[in-house]
């Protein structure tokens, strides 16, 4: 791939991050993680199947350093590499580049209530290999502030700034502008949450002098009522505009308007038994793409700890969920979806952890040519080495996908991950 640099921007983004972040230079408590990962994916992973099943390779690369100054202050700087290379449409292979850094200090802290800073500053290239129009640089500046009085409420308030860049095409250069402020307030000794929040966002076509608005808003409660048939209550209401330009996700540039809700019980049986019950309503309108669809799924869990001492610890999980799509537009794609899971977990405590899941997922779409069942085998493994203060983990995903009037296909992935403290 040919990718295109600019220094400039990228000598900007390193000076803000020493002016914002002067006490780089001391040494106190330090993490440095980071991972490595490889393999096959299809897009309908990760857009819960609201696109085409396109298969793609990708390798991911992540690393990132954090520093506990103080007990008021801490930063973190690290980068993450996207790298995706499509089978069947070649104008979305791509590469992003990442670079983040982020900063709190504790204004006022006090037993009671607290003040504090937050500062986020993120740089971008994303590089395409056969379609250099779509490509653009993005630089992110977000400070927030958030009051905190304990047991009773907090409230946070943020505005920043988010300029994309487009490299062989000025007329798509955008700036946006945004807000956003949260609230939250217990109730009822702490047993009530209660929490909204509300963005405001616009955007600025700089060639065009156009000008384009969007909100968000969500509300939201938690109730614990510790009863023998229900622990706890949890309820969320989400509804607004968006734009998929800023997920790393996805490669396509569309807009939508959405609304979605969910209710969530949680249930403790015994004391080594829980399970939880939810039910969510999703829907999605595109302005730019003929992808609107709605739909809901309910999914049940259940969590048995066979056993939980001082030196080991052996649970089991399995999970059920039932899920329905409709398409305005594409009525083909309307599917029903049926997952079963079961994981168990074995963690030999301050030394070890590994993990086991299987899950089928069975496919019934209206038009039945597309009809599939997809199986996953996931492992993964963590070590720890305590004198070392070094955490290393491995995962291992397998999927085979039975396609019922196509070929069957398989993809694996495997990520190498680490934590280092010092």
Known sequence: MIYRNHPFQRLIFVVTCILFFPFLSFADDFALTGYFEAGKKTQAEDFEEEDDDREYIYQNYHVRLSHRVSVRSRYEL????????????????????????????????????????????????????NTPSSEFNQIMFVPKLSYERKDSYSVYISTGINNFDYINRDSSDQLKFFSKLGVKRYLLEKNLLLLTSYKFETTVHKRTDRHKDKSDFMFGSD???????????????????????????????????????????????????????????????????????????????????????????????FAGKHKEVQYAIKSDNDFKKEILELQGTYRRKKNWITSASLQGNMYDYQDSTRDKNRYYVRISFEKLFPKKRLRLSLYVKYKYTDNKQRNNTEEEAVRLAFKYTF
Do not use: M
Not at 99 to 104: I, K, L, N, V, Y
Not at 260 to 279: A, S, W
């Open 78 to 129: 690290g980068s993450f590499i996207y790298n995706k290379d499509y089978k069947s449409r070649d104008s979305l292979d791509n590469i992003s580049k990442i670079f983040f850094a982020r900063g709190s200090h504790y204004l006022n802290k006090q037993k009671e209530e607290s003040l504090k800073l937050d500062i986020k500053l993120r740089y971008k290239e994303k590089r395409f290999r």
């Open 223 to 317: 109730y614990i009522c510790d009863t023998p048939l229900i622990y706890k209550v949890t309820a969320r209401a989400q509804f607004g505009q968006k734009d998929t330009k800023d997920d790393d996700e996805r490669d396509e540039d569309f807009d939508y308007k959405y609304r979605q809700f969910y209710v969530k019980t949680d249930h403790r049986v015994k004391t080594n038994i829980k399970t939880d019950l939810k039910y969510q309503f999703f829907k999605k309108d595109y302005v730019t793409a003929d992808l609107d669809h709605s739909g809901f799924y309910i999914r049940n869990r259940w969590k048995y700890i066979l056993f939980d001492d001082p030196q080991e610890l052996l649970s089991f999980q």
